[in-house]
Structure formats: C-alpha cells, structure tokens
C-alpha cells in the first residue's frame, strides 16, 4: 500500500512541467515495489480507441479535448499485472494520471491499486495539501512505518506544534490543550474513553488499522464548532486488491524493568490480556465480601504483541465490487520509573516528601472489519467496524515524610490501580456521483464507552519505632479504602454534504448537516477502612488483616463514600449543527473558501455526590452562528500563500460541570456547575513551496484570541481542592510554525537518503481575575469558588514555547526483492507550565527534554521483514519543579517536585506474508 501512494506524487513531481500549448491527460507508470518508472508500457485509452507506450522516463500522453467526461485507461506490460485506472477529464488543460503496477511474483506488504489507497504515501498526501483549498497537514502509513510509530498518539506528537503532556494522554495543539481539540474517524466524532478528557485516547489507534492522519489547525464548516486547537481525524484502511494474509510477532523490553526483573510486582485481579470481570461486590458494607487479595502479586514482566490482517477484493458478474479488510493485534507492555513525588509550600517549604515507585502492565487490543461495496464509479458504500480494549494496570509506592502522620521520614503509601477501557465503534459511509454536477456524502455513527476501575486500593502506614512493626496512619477516613468506578457512553452522529459543481468550473457549492446526540452515565463508590493506629501490620500481607474475621471481631470497620450512596453524574449533549460554504475560484490563482455553520448546543448535566446530594440539574443552550474564510493564492507553480480567519467555541466537558468530587494521592478534583463555554478567534497565515514531489518548505503565522477561557486551577480552601473555571476575561496564543522536507541524496548505488523537521514557537498569555471567578462561581446552596494566584497573568497550562521534530530517513533497495530503511527520529519541547502557583506558591513547570529514537526495517524477501527499534535511546530525566520566591520578592532556587526516567525500550518484531 505505502509504495502506491509515492508513486502517485513521484508522477506529480515528474510531470509539473509539462507545456501549456498540451491539452490533454499525461501520466506516469511506476513499479510499486521499486518506485522506479517503466518503459515499454502498452496504454490504451478505451473510450476513444487510443494507444500509447511509455517512454524512457515513464510517461504517456493523450490528446482529449475539455470537458465532463471521464477516461478509461488500461496499462498491461509482460511480468506485471494490468491496472485499469478512470480519469475525470474536466476543464483544465492537462489532467495528471497515475498507474502503478505489481509485479506478478510481488506478495509486497500492503499492495493495492485504488487511488484512495495510493493517499497513504508521502508525496502523494505533499500533493493533496497542496492542491486543497483548505489548510490541512496529513501523516500517511508509510510516514508512520518509515518512522517506527505504532500508534495514532505517537504520530500526531511528531506533527508541527503537537506535544503530548508527559505521563498522560492529553494532546496539546498549538499550546491549547484536550478541550480545545477534537478527534474524529473518517470525518465522524469518537467519544473519549476517559472521564477526565474530552477526546479519545490516541494511543488505541495501532498504525495497523490507519491509512493516513489529518490534523485541521485551520477551521472551516466542515468541522465541528467547538475548536480552537485542532481536529484529529483518522482515516481507517481500505483494502483493494489481490488476497493477502499477514502474521506479525514482536517482543520489546525496557531497561528500566530488566533492572527490577526480579522484582515486579502488580494488584490481583487483571487477567494478563486486560480484562476484568468484577466490580462492586454485593452488600459491599455488609461484609468483607471483595473478590481480589489486597496483597501484590509478583509478576514476571513479559512484553509481547502478535498481529493477524487480511484482506481480499472480489469482482461481481454485474460490475459491482466489495472490498474486505479486517486486521486483530494485541500488544502488552511493562514499565518501571522511580523518584521523587513532594508537595511543597511557599518557598520550597516541605509538606509531603516521597519517594516514588511505579510498576505498570499495559495492553492494548484492536479489531477492525471494513466493508466497502461499489455498485460503479459513482456509488460506494463503506461499512466500519472497531473494537478497542485498553488497559492500564500499576503499583504506586511512595515513602518518606508525610505531615502530621509520618514526619520521620517512615511513611509508607500504596496504591494498585486498574484501568479498562473499552469502545466499540459502528460506521457506515456512503459517496454517490448523482452526474458531473452534483454528489453526495453521507455518514452516520453509533459508538458505545465503557470505562471502569474495579477495585483500587489504597492504605496508608508509618514504620513505628517503638513497635518494630508497620501501623496504619490516617488524616482522613479516605486514606485507607477501596475504590469503584463505571462509566459508560453512547454517542450517535450523522454528516451528510451535498456539493453542486458551478459553471465553467469556477468552483464548488456545499451545503450539508451534522448532527450528535451524546449521553454519558457515571457512577463511584469508596469503601473506607476506619483502622486502629497501634496494631502491628505486615505492609505485604494486608490481607492477614483486613478479612471477614477481624471484621467481625471489630478490629476494623467499613463506612461508605458520600452517606452510604454511590456518587453519580449523568449527561446529555445534542448538537445540530446546518452548514454551507461556497469554495470560488476568483482569478486564476486566487481562489476561497467562504463558509458559515450554524451550531444548536444543548448540554443537561444531573448529579448527586457528596458535595450535592440534592440530585440538581443544570443546563447550557447556546446558539452558535461561525463563519470562516479561508484564502489560497499561488503564487508561482510550487508556491502558496493561504489566509484563514474564524470564530468558534469551547464547551465545558461533562465532569467539569458535574460537582462532583475524585481524589487522588496528592490532589483532589471538583466540577463547577457554573462554568460556561470560551468563545474563540482565529487568524492563520502560512506560505508554502514544494521544490520537488517529495519535498516542502512552509512558514506559518498563527494567532487566537480566546474570551473567557476555561482553566484548572486549585481554589483557596483547606483541603486545596483543584477545579475548572472561567479565569479571566481573555487569553491570547500567537506563534509561528515552520516546516521542510528534502532529499538529501538519491542515486542508484547509494540509496536514497532523506531528512525532515518542522518547529513551533509559541507565545501564550492570559489575565487572572480571581473577583471574576467569585462573582461567576455563586452557588444556590450558598458559597462561592475563591482563588488566590501568585500571579495575576500566566500562560496557557500544557503550552511550551519551543517544539521541534526532526527525522533523518536512508532507504536502499536491492535486486534480490530486499530492501533496509532506517530512520533516526528526534523530539523535544521546551519548559512548560503544569499548573498555576498559588498563595504565594511559584507556578510548577514541567522542564524541556528531548528523546532520540532510532528505527530499523529489514525486508528479507517478498514474504519475510524484521523490524528492530530503540527508543528513548538518551533515556532523559523528566522533571517536574516549583519556582520559588522569599518573602521579600527574592527569586530563590527552583525545587524539584517530581521526577523519573522511562528507561530505553528495546523491541523486535518479525511479519510474514502468506
């Protein structure tokens, strides 16, 4: 598949010259193993009773005057397989045309002929951004082979000002971080696995399943209103071709846990393909009646993945076409970190400070069948189906000083945590032709969440002196308990677009509607242990302690969370959202894009949790009116220069609105019912030169201008409760991204050696007005949310400065079918603010690193490939620090709250093709 779609814009690169005074089609044929050109190819244009050959370099041409009408055009040539492609004619002097052709002894990963699947190519997706009207930057599969990235995560974190927050699955666009962003797949919404996020992790995306990524940093009516970042969209593999089956087998092993091989521990319960069929037990207060041993279980820390994917084309007597394709992977991985987690006061102060260590088991699942069904040319239906299962399994063990419990530095915190997240996902799409005017798009959803913590458990202990033994310690009933969570989410969405083709090809009406109706239901409960202080305990054999006989001898006892009553929120969110837009060709080289997208917002949260257990309602109704413009000129035949400008929104998520409580070790987290959604202003403007097919160089201006954004922030209050509100009355993101791709060297005995790099600089700034926030925060049960910054500007949280990606790419073929890539891949961000300082506390900052990746594919013959990475090969030290200051003003030296190191993964994989 991957060698398709460079053929496509090697073709557009080889023929961008061609002569006015030529009226017609003219194309190129390509080896799609080799990439190289053939000569002596037979080509016939069917409809005008035409043949041609390829000359030396590939090429062919057609006279065929102007007009609506499309060209069939067969290419047959000994030792290859005959490829049939149709050529739209229309009304510019010469349409450009590729074929590529698969040798008949090729069995190459992924061979297809359809043009969609030719998109996945570099060079052919540089042509599609150049070519559109709207600004938009893409990542294909063979970029994400070349690469080494298994994952849509991965991939985006490489995109030009795109980071991801160390530690979580937050994706930052541009310095605005998840709830300025969207994720869709093939252009339809995915909800979030995650009930602190609003997008769906990444991650669950394998490269397996993706045929190319889009990121729209520049908004037009297509997308939906609330943005200000970006959309992430994933466009899902659509196989075309002969048969084919593939196995994939792999291991990895990080350095970090080879050091602690022996030592591995997790919580019981999991099984090791990230499954859990437990929850809540019956009459939870009742009795001692959980499921699972409280004690860790020593695990041998194996990493494995294994990957089955197939898929085969088959002709149908009436000329109609289905297209299978279905691929099943599953990947695990451990990881082991380890240092510093403190809380600290005002000038470095210490109030907690631990030493961490984390022990964890992921794995990830992914099943996908995609159907696609051609009555002709001009009719396709696609049906999609995916099936995800992720999971996150890991032991915390923090020691050291804990205030007011342990302040002799004999503290003892654990906690096993088990995340699964499950999403199911059900598309059908549909593209119909009506005539040389007018098509039709269409494409509706039903995806279904569910999001669980089944038993997690946490205690807190000291080692006592007097006693020679662990005891428990508690401040709060909360310190010691067992905790559950279920979160289930069903979400339906219909596109549908008309487009209607204006005379003399002067441009494109549209007029289309989206529409979703989302609904989430949330629920938790926390079983706390109220438990002696002075009773010996053995911090590995808990269980000794906490069963159904002391329970009953009342060495311990059970209370629930929030009056004996689970903590639940539910939520509706129905958008409707009617568009239009007219894109117009004004000159010759100057061409726009006007649209306007009319957006119905309604967003019902109900809750009852410990903060409220009244069982209160409340409601968000927004009219949403969003213009757009997006300009584009060329300027010469390689060279744009686009504008965009927009308005759009950002709309508080779900949790953020339910007042509803989740505590962690160190923070605690609360919704705010009254928050309320930004209104957001938007400017690009790039240029962009693409000297070769291959090749690019652009320069992007970008400024936002953001009314009433939305913050975390952590409320002044005795229990320092962090929560989201409307910080001030504006914030402003301004920047510059630069971007290029060259060959450095390319010749027939070397190989080919290439490089690429993009960068962002970006400035971010926002007003703090606490006396906003406590005048906006008014609840009718009486009171009101206080803050208290350190200081009354900041930047965006999650927003760095400084991005960089670079990648240095050397490809050689040989005669023998083989051929070697190796990739080196270089990522880093600079400082960036984590979370606001306040009463008199600096602001944390998470500080620049960089990592270096290397990446190696070995292609033995046309069934058998090794693919071989290190990655994290510098292994940095990720660092986390408190600014300081003296009470005079005096800038002291920063402190260290939180750090660790990944550790170097090593990994292997073997794929072979039957």
Do not use: C
């Not at 004619?89 to 359809?114: H, M, P, Q, Y």
């Not at 063990?397 to 906690?415: K, P, V």
């Not at 559950?484 to 969405?493: G, K, P």
């Not at 914030?731 to 070397?750: L, P």
């Amino acid at each position: 598949m991957k060698y398709l779609l460079i053929s496509l814009a090697l073709f557009i690169g080889a023929i961008v010259s061609v002569s006015a005074q030529q009226n017609g089609i003219k194309g190129v044929v390509l080896d799609v193993e080799t990439m190289k050109t053939i000569e002596g190819v037979s080509i016939q244009l069917i409809e005008r009773n035409s043949q041609t050959s390829s000359d030396a370099q590939g090429n062919f041409f057609f006279e065929v005057p102007k007009g609506n009408k499309s060209y069939k055009i067969v290419a047959s040539v000994i030792g290859y397989d005959s490829d049939t492609i149709i050529v739209d004619r229309g009304n510019d002097d010469v349409v450009f045309a590729t074929i590529s052709l698969v040798s008949k002894n090729s069995v190459l990963d992924e061979i297809v002929v359809s043009r969609r699947r030719e998109r996945a190519s570099e060079i052919a997706l540089l042509d599609m951004r150049k070519q559109s009207n709207l600004m938009v930057e893409l990542m294909g599969a063979q970029e994400l082979s070349r690469k080494g990235i298994s994952d849509a995560g991965a991939a985006v974190n490489r995109m030009t000002g795109v980071s991801r927050q160390e530690g979580s699955n937050e994706v930052f666009v541009r310095g605005l971080g998840d709830r300025y962003n969207n994720t869709t797949l093939n252009g339809l919404p995915v909800p979030s696995n995650d009930p602190e996020l609003k997008n769906l992790e990444l991650g669950l995306f394998t490269s397996d399943i993706i045929e190319y990524i889009t990121i729209d940093k520049v908004y037009s009516t297509y997308l939906p209103g609330d943005f200000a970042g970006g959309n992430v969209d994933i466009a899902s593999k659509n196989y075309e071709g002969k048969g084919f089956f593939e196995v994939k087998l792999g291991s990895s092993v990080n350095t970090n846990v080879l050091n602690n091989w022996n030592n591995f521990y997790l919580q019981d319960g999991p099984s090791p393909l990230g499954f859990a069929n437990y929850g809540v037990p019956n009459d939870p207060l009742g009795g001692f009646n959980f499921q699972n041993s409280m004690n860790p279980v020593k695990k041998t820390p194996w990493n494995g993945n294994f990957g089955l994917l197939g898929g085969k084309s088959f002709d149908f007597s009436n000329g109609h076409k289905l297209n299978l394709f279905a691929s099943a992977n599953f990947s695990s991985d451990t990881y082991h970190r380890e240092g510093v987690n403190r809380q600290l006061s005002a000038g470095g102060g210490v109030i907690n400070d631990l030493s961490q260590v984390r022990q964890g088991f992921t794995t990830n699942s992914t099943g996908m069948l995609t159907a696609n069904y051609a009555l002709n040319q001009n009719h396709k239906i696609t049906y999609n189906f995916l099936l995800m299962n992720s999971s996150d399994q890991f032991y915390d063990t923090y020691t050291g000083h804990l205030t007011d419990m342990a302040e002799n530095n004999n503290g003892l915190i654990r906690r096993s945590t088990f995340m699964q997240n499950t999403v199911i996902t059900n598309q059908f799409l549909g593209k119909h032709k009506l005539n040389d005017k007018i098509d039709i798009n269409w494409g509706a959803s039903y995806n279904a969440v569910k999001t669980k913590i089944p038993d997690r458990i946490q205690n807190y202990m000291s080692y006592n002196d007097t006693l020679q033994s662990y005891v428990f310690i508690r401040n709060t009933s909360t310190d010691n308990h067992r905790y559950f969570q279920d979160l289930t989410e069903n979400e339906v969405a219909i596109n549908l677009a008309a487009n209607y083709k204006l005379n003399n090809d002067k441009g494109l009406w549209s007029v289309g509607y989206s529409g979703k109706i989302k609904e989430r239901s949330f629920e938790d409960f926390q079983v706390n242990f109220v438990v002696p202080r002075d009773r010996p305990i053995d911090p590995k054999n808990l269980d000794e302690f906490f069963n159904k006989t002391n329970l009953n001898n009342e060495d311990f006892s059970q209370e629930g969370f929030n009056a004996d009553l689970p903590q639940t929120y539910d939520g509706k969110q129905t958008i409707h959202a009617p568009f239009t837009n007219v894109q117009y060709n004004l000159t010759d080289k100057l061409s726009s894009v006007l649209g306007l997208r009319y957006e119905n917002i309604s967003q019902d949260i109900s809750f009852r949790t410990q903060l409220d257990r009244s069982g209160r309602n409340n409601n968000i109704t927004r009219n949403e009116f969003l213009p757009s413009l997006l300009l584009k000129y060329v300027l010469k035949e390689k060279q744009n220069l686009r504008m965009g400008v927009s308005r759009t929104y950002t709309l508080p998520q779900f949790k953020e609105r339910a007042f509803f409580n989740y505590r962690d070790v160190n923070e605690s987290k609360q919704g705010n019912p009254n928050l309320y959604p930004s209104t957001d202003y938007n400017f690009d403007l790039r240029w962009e030169a693409f000297p070769k097919s291959s090749e690019l160089l652009s320069a992007t201006l970008f400024g936002k201008y953001i009314q009433n954004p939305i913050n975390e922030v952590q409320l002044t209050s005795s229990s320092n409760d962090i929560s989201y509100v409307n910080i001030g009355d504006y914030g402003t993101v301004f920047g510059i991204e630069v971007e290029f791709k060259k060959d450095m060297i390319e010749s027939e005995g070397f190989g080919k050696l290439s490089a690429g790099a993009n960068a962002a600089y970006m400035n971010t700034d926002q007003v703090i007005d606490p006396e906003k926030v406590r005048r906006e925060t008014q609840f009718a049960s009486g009171g009101q949310y206080n803050i208290n910054t350190t200081d009354k500007r900041s930047k965006f949280t999650g927003a760095s400065d400084f991005l960089i990606n670079a990648d240095v790419s050397y490809y050689k073929s040989f005669e023998n079918s083989s051929d070697i890539l190796a990739t080196v891949v270089y990522n880093y961000f600079s400082d960036r603010l984590y979370a606001f300082g306040n009463e008199g506390r600096g602001n944390q900052i998470d500080q620049g690193v960089g990592t270096l990746d290397f990446i190696l594919k070995y292609k033995i013959n046309n069934r058998l490939g090794i693919d071989a990475n290190i990655l994290n090969v510098t292994n940095p030290n990720f660092n986390r620090i408190q600014e300081n200051k003296s009470s005079e003003g005096e800038v002291l030296a920063p402190s260290t709250l939180f750090n660790y190191k990944r550790g170097v993964r090593f990994s292997i994989g073997v794929r072979y093709r039957l």
